[in-house]
């Protein structure tokens, strides 16, 4: 397993993000039938990994590259969401 491999597994989905996935699911189930989706996910299963192992050190260094902008992203955007909040919500005030 690849030095990024490690750190991006443990992936936590939100409520939204699943049944914005079920969703999708749901439309793309009614346009082909159940056997297609079952043979493509098997098609899929079977030739991810084979190209994962393949192309190991590509992949995870453009994950590493993905993972890095991501995270830039997130800190703006969580400076920025900070720098919105009320200053008299301090964490030192206790009841």
Partial sequence: ???YAKTLLP???DQHQVVIALWLLSIIGSLISFFTLLYIGIVISITVPALYNKFED???RYAGLIR???SKH???ADES???RLPR???KDKDP
């Fill in 88 to 90: 008299n919500l301090s």
């Fill in 81 to 83: 969401v900070i720098s």
């Fill in 74 to 76: 997130y800190k703006i």
């Fill in 1 to 3: 397993m690849g030095q």
């Fill in 58 to 60: 590509r992949v995870d």
């Fill in 11 to 13: 992936i936590y989905l």
């Fill in 68 to 70: 890095q902008k991501f």
